[in-house]
């Protein structure tokens, strides 16, 4: 037990005795006091070790070994407040007596919040020359993180954090996972105490108003499992449920992340990644972007730069997962980092840290993803948001607005509650707003499911790719604001279906887009609008967005390699007829000849100019001759 406990204590327990003895043999009846103190604490005597040292300070109060060996005692108790008070006193005698007193009293300082006062006392132990590198390397850090948290706590955000009401948080502890694309649906995690085990499922509330939640329902079987899940996340469509469960007889390792795929009002029985995403080690806590491919998770496997780190891996278009790889040294440190949350807006990524500069034992930060795929320098979310405790687990809403954290604030009704507050500016992500509706074969009105494709028509960037259900023809796509998009929905056997859209600013946040779509199946001379095809202005000159959409033209053609089609031009009643039909023809053509250039035999391909003569709408309106200026294809045949 002795030699433990040298070993539990700080390197002053070893050498600070002898130190003593051999400056102090024969010096007073305070030195009597203190040896027997010494042969008490060698025998863990430690309160009569402590009445002996309390003598002799009352012979001698500048007796600077006593005062020493008092706050050894004390802090091995536990008694960090009188620890601290007697290292003051024998620094307070002699600074220079034992210099690694000042280290010692800043490490309980520092463990004790009191960050200014730790700080001056690494500052005078650094200027001390011949320190040990391992302690010079620590009192570095805590000094790094003493002058942060002072400057944090006097310059506090705004945080208001809002209990969500017994319907969501029970006695137990209960872990935001996510809120729906919509705003309409919270899911989390509760964890009960059943007997002496802990049980861990997943719960869904649904929003009442805008600050109430309905009461939870748990999400059931196959998903929930008499064994525990937890660290769960859906796809931005809602099609998707990923989580994390240990120990099944499917699994890699200790802990291994699985999916369960949307069936209308269920999900599908639950199925392993896979040992592309899953090692031998352990792996969880995911998040998935809303580009529809990218999964970012956390796990402590080999190749990483601390004791877990966040990891990426994409969605190959056959289903398969590219090999995972390490999210980099500026997110992930030499010390854990947990809690990983992609916003909607697949730029903006909240995590959980205990080796970036923080408030406690793990802080909350956002770091940004740039157009050349690098994370920005992580920015801790402050105080109070962050605090002495643990901070893992929060996620935003597509807003931008609100974030919903898990904590054991003592206003809470269980041990770990879920609070919605407002984000700090500094904080808040790109707002998102969202389409949603259904899609339908356009003769039979059967619900249909199909591939989505967002693009970003100045950048040519596919952002998002998304399904509607396969039951209830349900879809969600979520839209990043500031900018134009081309939206295209395709199912093998119909028609592709375009848009395009510009959103900017807070525009469509409130009134989200609801569209219901209906596919046209592959006929003869069924018509399609090719929405998202530009040209300048009084000119058949293509313009570079147009070549979202004519790729995906040249892909289906491609794909139906026995249709053949017809391109016609529009336009509206400006102009002479003569011009109007020489530039609808023309445009036409323009068209006609991008897709040769994709390898679509000249043969298959015919092309017209009708002018005005065709109108969709009326030309009174500035809306309705926009829609008249148009490029359609008909198909001619099928053979």
């Known amino acids: 037990m002795h030699f433990n406990r040298l070993f539990y204590l700080s390197f002053i327990f070893i050498f600070v005795p002898t130190l003593i003895l051999a400056q102090t043999r024969g010096e007073g009846r305070e030195v009597k006091h203190h040896k027997k103190a010494l042969q008490y604490y060698n025998a863990s005597a430690f309160d009569e070790a402590l009445a002996e040292l309390e003598k002799a300070h009352r012979i001698n109060p500048k007796y600077v070994e006593s005062w020493l060996l008092s706050g050894d005692i004390h802090s091995f108790k536990g008694n960090s407040f009188a620890a601290m008070q007697s290292y003051q006193k024998a620094i307070d005698l002699d600074e220079t007596f034992f210099p690694p007193a000042l280290y010692i009293l800043a490490n309980l300082q520092f463990k004790s919040h009191l960050y200014r006062e730790c700080l001056s006392n690494y500052n005078k132990y650094l200027r001390y020359p011949d320190l040990k590198p391992a302690e010079k390397e620590r009192a570095d850090k805590n000094s790094k993180l003493a002058a942060f948290r002072i400057n944090a706590m006097e310059n506090p955000v705004l945080f208001d954090p809002v209990n969500l009401g017994p319907d969501v948080n029970g006695e137990g502890y209960e872990f935001v996972n996510y809120v729906s694309a919509d705003g309409e649906q919270l ?41 525990d899940e937890g660290a769960m996340c859906l796809s931005p469509d809602g099609q998707f449920l990923f989580f994390a469960a240990c120990n099944r007889p499917d699994s890699y390792g200790s802990c291994d992340l699985y999916a369960s795929r949307r069936q209308g009002d269920r999900w599908s029985e639950p199925y392993n990644l896979g040992p592309v995403v899953n090692s031998s080690y352990w792996e969880s806590q995911p998040t998935f972007s809303t580009d529809g491919k990218t999964l970012y998770f956390v796990s402590n496997r080999p190749g990483g730069w601390g004791g877990s780190d966040i990891w990426i891996t994409k969605l190959n278009i056959d289903g398969s997962w590219t090999q995972p790889l390490n999210a980099g040294p500026v997110i992930n440190t030499s010390e854990a980092e947990r809690g990983p949350f992609i916003h909607l807006d697949g730029q903006s990524f909240y995590f959980s840290s205990k080796g970036h500069l923080g408030m406690g034992e793990g802080d909350i930060f956002l770091s940004r993803l740039n157009a050349s795929g690098e994370w920005s320098e992580p920015i ?8 002495h405790a643990d901070e893992v687990t929060m996620v935003v809403d597509n807003e931008g607005k609100f974030a919903y954290i898990s904590s054991d604030l003592e206003t809470g009704f269980g041990l770990t509650d879920i609070y919605r507050f407002r984000l700090p500016e500094q904080a808040k992500p790109q707002a998102v707003t969202y389409m949603k509706g259904i899609v339908m074969d356009s003769i039979t009105g059967k619900k249909l499911s199909s591939d989505f494709v967002l693009t970003d028509l100045l950048t040519g960037n596919e952002v998002v790719r998304s399904q509607s259900d396969a039951i209830t023809g349900d879809f969600l796509v979520c839209i990043p604001t500031n900018r134009s998009y081309a939206l295209t929905v395709e199912k093998s056997g119909y028609l592709f279906y375009s848009v395009h859209f510009a959103i900017q600013g807070d525009g469509g946040i409130e009134k989200p887009h609801q569209r219901n779509i209906l596919l046209k199946p592959v006929m003869k001379d069924e018509i399609t609008i090719l929405r998202n095809v530009f040209f300048e202005t009084d000119s ?4 570079p967005v147009s070549m979202v959409e004519l790729d995906k033209l040249a892909g289906f053609l491609i794909r139906n390699p026995l249709i053949n089609i017809e391109i016609s031009g529009h336009t509206d009643n400006t102009g002479s007829e003569i011009y109007n039909f020489e530039l609808s023809r023309k445009r036409a053509a323009s068209v006609y000849t991008y897709l040769t250039q994709k390898d679509i035999k000249k043969e298959r391909l015919t092309y017209k100019g009708f002018g005005a003569s065709r109108p969709v709408s009326g030309n009174e309106t500035p809306e309705g001759k926009a829609a008249n200026r148009r490029t359609e294809f008909r198909i001619v045949s099928m053979e």
Do not use: C, M, Q
């Not at 002496?196 to 939640?213: G, L, M, N, Q």
């Not at 801790?380 to 605090?387: D, I, K, Q, S």
């Open 380 to 387: 801790n979310l402050g105080y109070p948001v962050n605090t």
């Open 187 to 227: 899911f989390f995690t509760r964890r009960t105490p059943k007997g002496h085990r802990k049980d861990e499922d997943f719960y869904i509330a649904k929003k009442v108003s805008d600050s109430t939640w309905g009461e939870s329902i748990e999400l059931g079987y196959p998903v929930n499992t008499p064994g």
């Open 540 to 543: 058949s000159a293509l313009l």
